[in-house]
């Protein structure tokens, strides 16, 4: 099983500083299966990017999603107050699914 | 509009069964592999299964022979059977879309609002 392992745990930013999350993979994972995600409180998770790069439908373009092989990244370029919440990366390999512990993205 | 709904948690005691249904709208259900996750409280999503457009099915090892996923097109609904249900099933359990039969990237774009299995004596 792949492991995803999240950083940081916790990050604390302002609205308008930019946020970098990253997800290492235990093994190489191919492009086309690593996403992201973002929770809040009391919702369903919601897609965010696909295929490593790939913004989903109606997803803002101050999020991307960059990375290949072991080692991606989530950037939001400016934060607005309606981003801080938790962010899952995923991956898909060996017939199986695996989700990071997943990063808070708290005000400060 | 794309919806998938799921129904059929609550409070089960250890040892007992639930079937979990979901039932999908807004979309060719039978062009799509679907998946099922779970959240305990607090914690992180997992996996926990997945089938395919051809009902080729896949299982997290943590709950390989417990669980049964299946699907009925006719009724563009999904099914989650679990059983011998343990106090660490205690969960939001999500049905999500995922790949559609012609497709290649992984990844889940529509999910349900969840339903609670809450596993308790």
């Known amino acids: 099983e792949i492991v995803l392992t999240q950083s940081p745990g916790t990050l604390s930013l302002s609205p308008g500083e930019r946020a970098t999350l990253s997800c290492r993979a235990s093994?190489?994972?191919?492009?086309?299966?690593l996403a992201w995600y973002q929770q809040k409180p009391g919702q369903a998770p919601r897609l965010l990017i696909y295929?490593?790069?790939s913004r989903a439908t109606g997803i803002p373009d101050r999020f991307s999603g960059s990375g290949s092989g072991t080692d991606f990244t989530l950037t939001i370029s400016r934060l607005e107050p309606e981003d801080f919440a938790v962010y899952y990366c995923?991956?898909?390999?060996?017939?199986?699914?695996?989700f990071g512990q997943g990063t808070k993205l708290e005000i400060k | 509009q794309v919806q998938v709904v799921e129904s059929g948690g609550g409070l089960v005691k250890p040892g007992g069964s639930l079937r979990l249904s979901c039932a999908a709208s807004?979309?060719?259900?039978?062009?799509?592999?679907m998946s099922w996750i779970r959240q305990a409280p607090g914690k992180g999503l997992e996996w926990i299964s997945y089938?395919?457009?051809?009902?080729?099915?896949y299982y997290a090892d943590s709950v390989r022979g417990r669980l049964t996923i299946s699907r009925d097109n006719a009724k563009n609904s999904l099914y989650l059977q679990i059983n011998n249900l343990r106090a660490e099933d205690t969960a939001v359990y999500y049905c999500?879309?995922?790949?559609?039969?012609?497709?290649?990237?992984?990844?889940?774009?529509?999910w349900g609002q969840g339903t609670l299995v809450t596993v308790s004596s």
């Open positions: 999500a879309r995922d790949r559609p039969y012609s497709g290649y990237a992984r990844y889940f774009d529509y």
């Open positions: 807004g979309f060719t259900f039978s062009d799509y592999y």
């Open positions: 089938i395919s457009s051809a009902s080729t099915v």
């Open positions: 093994q190489s994972v191919s492009s086309n299966y």
């Open positions: 295929a490593s790069s």
């Open positions: 995923q991956q898909f390999g060996g017939s199986s699914f695996t």
